[in-house]
């Protein structure tokens, strides 16, 4: 069964998270699906929610602390309050505007490791690279596992191209499963697809060998599009 994640970036409030996860997980209960499914909210929206056993929080972000002096992060004591587990480490946002480098996301992979967290981390190279060609990507692709315990049990890695994500530009079929191939060869363990990943093209991508499942922004925003996303996807290995 896929795992089909949801990253809501800097969109929704506490209150339309609220009405999406109510919606979300109303046809998980009723629906017989089986994907894993992650939503990814605002770190103001994180609640006690009651949820399906197949519908997980997780976290955009978070330091490498338990609490201290961090200002504007927010750390482990702050996730236990709403038993969060899982987080997103390395996403090309966080990278490439937010400058964190490669040093910070190995700290942070690191502590959330020895804390037992399921971890989707994320890698992906932006345009220039991939004009570069397949082995300029794919060393780029590498160096961003410098650091990073890829036999770590809770891992699930997403392949996400910068210039992919949030453009509408999703990778061709053929750069999919070429990466991915290159990606599962070394590193054993769940690779999702992100960028541009939509609700007519999820059933395919997700068909695509070494696929396990979508990392999906925009496209999963409305909850309707999103419980669109879950039933294209349901009956797919
Ligand atoms: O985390 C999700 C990815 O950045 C993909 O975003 P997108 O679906 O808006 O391209």
Redesign the pocket.
């Known amino acids: 069964m896929p795992i089909i994640?949801?990253?809501f970036?800097t969109n929704h409030t506490r209150a339309s998270t609220k009405e999406y996860l109510e919606k979300v997980n109303n046809y998980l209960k009723t629906s017989q699906n089986s994907n894993s499914v992650f939503v990814?909210p605002t770190s103001t929206s994180i609640d006690n929610f009651s949820l399906e056993k197949n519908l997980e929080i997780g976290i955009q972000n978070a330091y490498f602390t338990n609490n201290g002096s961090f200002t504007g992060e927010i750390g482990l004591e702050q996730l236990e309050e709403f038993n969060i587990k899982t987080i997103?480490i390395g996403?090309?946002?966080r990278r490439h505007i937010l400058g964190e480098t490669g040093e910070e996301i190995a700290k942070k992979f690191e502590f959330y490791k020895n804390l037992g967290f399921t971890i989707i981390y994320?890698i992906g190279e932006p345009l220039e690279v991939k004009e570069a060609g397949l082995d300029k990507t794919l060393e780029y692709i590498f160096e961003q596992f410098i650091g990073i315990d890829t036999n770590y049990e809770k891992l699930i890695l997403?392949y996400?191209p910068v210039w992919?994500?949030?453009?509408?530009k999703?990778a061709t079929n053929s750069d999919i499963e070429n990466i991915h191939k290159a990606i599962k060869e070394k590193i054993q363990k769940p690779l999702l697809y992100?960028?541009?990943?939509?609700v007519e093209n999820v059933k395919d991508i997700c068909k695509i060998a070494n696929v396990d499942g979508?990392?999906?922004?925009?496209?999963?925003w409305k909850a309707e599009d999103f419980i669109k996303i879950l039933e294209n996807t349901k009956d797919l290995k």
């Open positions: 994640a949801s990253n970036k990814f997103l996403h090309s946002e994320c997403a996400e992919a994500i949030g453009t509408g999703t992100g960028g541009s990943v939509k979508a990392l999906i922004g925009t496209a999963s």
